[in-house]
């Protein structure tokens, strides 16, 4: 569990890497915030990376348009 700084981080790093994904593609977005869960509990606190992670995530989501 992360504390209330960390989970609005990972809220922020989520909603900044999927902006042009709409809140429909759900599964799109579940595997990206799931990448970016994966990288915070492996001690990855840095936005950039995390945004970053986020990316590459994105990119290799499934049924991804991008």
Do not use: W
């Amino acid at each position: 569990m992360f504390d209330s700084q960390t989970t609005a981080l990972l809220r922020t790093v989520l909603d900044d890497v999927c902006r042009t994904v709409s809140l429909y593609e759900t599964g799109t977005r579940t595997h990206v915030a799931s990448k970016i869960l994966e990288a915070a509990r492996q001690g990855e606190t840095a936005p950039e990376s995390l945004r970053q992670v986020g990316r590459r995530a994105l990119s290799g989501a499934p049924n991804a348009l991008r």
